[in-house]
């Protein structure tokens, strides 16, 4: 094909992006005969996108580095506009691809919305309604899908979501989530036994950490903004309720790195010996983590799409959620961050049986793995067909 190649910028910024998009970029890199592949990383989240473009063995072409410490949404949004313009009047793709929902999805949609460049937007149609829950990513979601041209939606739910808001039928495609088929990839590499063994010896060197059959574990996770202040307050005295309830049991929270989550953390739970508190993880060991785990409690988009597809029962912390499919099908219950509502809902799932089963039945409405594969083939329709 030569010169009558496509080209396909592929921009974001954040791990779960990262995670996400992985996949595709290796669907894309894997058929350079029709299509060249460019990769440009905000790096919104420094370290924790560093990780995953380690494991996955992707190299960005362009790099614009724009994480700075307590930047604001309005600063970060104009230097993400401006830095993806620029790369986009250098490169002059034919279609820009986005992830999900974070200010790199908005704000690289918005610079291909105003140099009149195609947009393909993965997980479009997720929504709570709510327009500060999740903040900001509810109104980040709402305003992709007004831009782009492509819809990727992970279920016929949010295929519908997008139809009520005017979105064309034609635009929309059902395709699972790509996050399953990252998810997979990584739980296959952890099940090799050189790699099981290194993160099992890794929890018990680094912060004495140890999993058996006979000792249950919860994982916590929680980092959202609206719940900064009195949420998290009310989350961690329903955490260290459960620790002083469940001695037995052990509960491991990677804590976030922002200080509106440490502060609360550190000083509610810092002090209990069956919570172990830990520094953020990478995504390898991370997903070993949730392997091992009985239980999680987050307020994490991501992990309600991921534990599903490990059997894994999910309590969601939060008030509303983007992702009612886990809810529907009886994977994931919504909790909200009333201490007592999370205190009530840990027991029944710790003490009774036949609560637990009905949580932890393994089907996944996100799909096999094969989102990616899916997307790249609608993709290759669009243009070559």
């Known amino acids: 094909m030569g010169n009558n190649k496509k080209k396909v910028l592929i921009a974001f910024g954040t791990r779960p992006e990262a995670i996400k998009m ?218 260290s309720d459960i620790a002083n309830r469940f001695q037995s049991i052990q509960l491991i929270y990677p804590v976030h790195l922002n200080p509106n989550v440490q502060k609360p953390v550190y000083s509610i739970l810092g002090n209990i010996k069956n919570i172990h508190l830990i520094p953020p993880l990478d995504y390898l060991p991370f997903i070993y983590l949730m392997n091992q785990c009985y239980l999680i409690l987050t307020d994490s988009g991501g992990i309600q799409e991921e534990a599903p597809a490990l059997g894994i029962p999910v309590l969601v912390m939060r008030d509303t959620t983007e992702r009612p499919e886990g809810l529907n099908y009886g994977t994931a219950k919504l909790v909200g961050t009333n201490a007592g509502i999370i205190v009530r809902e840990t027991e029944k799932l710790l003490t009774d049986q036949d609560e637990y089963k009905k949580m932890a039945k393994s089907t996944n409405p996100y799909g096999i793995g094969e989102s990616a594969k899916e997307i790249y083939n609608i993709i290759e329709n669009i243009y070559y067909d």
């Open 22 to 239: 992985a996949p595709l970029i290796k669907q894309f890199e894997d058929k350079k005969s029709k299509f060249n592949t460019v990769v440009c990383v905000t790096a919104q989240h420094r370290e924790m996108l560093d990780q995953v473009l380690n494991i996955f063995n992707i190299i960005p072409n362009y790099d614009l580095n724009l994480m700075v410490n307590n930047q604001t949404l309005s600063e970060l949004t104009s230097k993400i506009i401006q830095g993806v313009s620029d790369v986009l009047l250098r490169e002059k793709p034919d279609l820009v691809i986005v992830q999900g929902d974070t200010i790199t999805t908005f704000s690289a949609s918005l610079a291909a919305y105003y140099l009149k460049v195609p947009v393909a937007h993965i997980e479009a149609g997720l929504r709570t309604k709510s327009k500060y829950s999740p903040f900001p990513e509810e109104i980040n979601r709402r305003l992709t899908s007004v831009i782009a041209d492509y819809h990727f939606a992970p279920t016929q739910e949010s295929k519908n979501n997008l139809i009520k808001e005017g979105i064309p039928d034609y635009s929309i495609f059902v395709t699972g989530n790509t996050v399953i088929d990252a998810l997979l990839q990584v739980t296959k590499m952890n099940e090799e036994k050189l790699m099981n063994e290194k993160w099992r010896k890794f929890f018990l060197t680094e912060y004495n950490i140890e999993f058996s059959n006979t000792k249950k574990s919860i994982l916590i996770t929680g980092h959202r903004r609206e719940s900064f202040g009195g949420g998290f307050k009310e989350i961690c005295r329903a955490l």
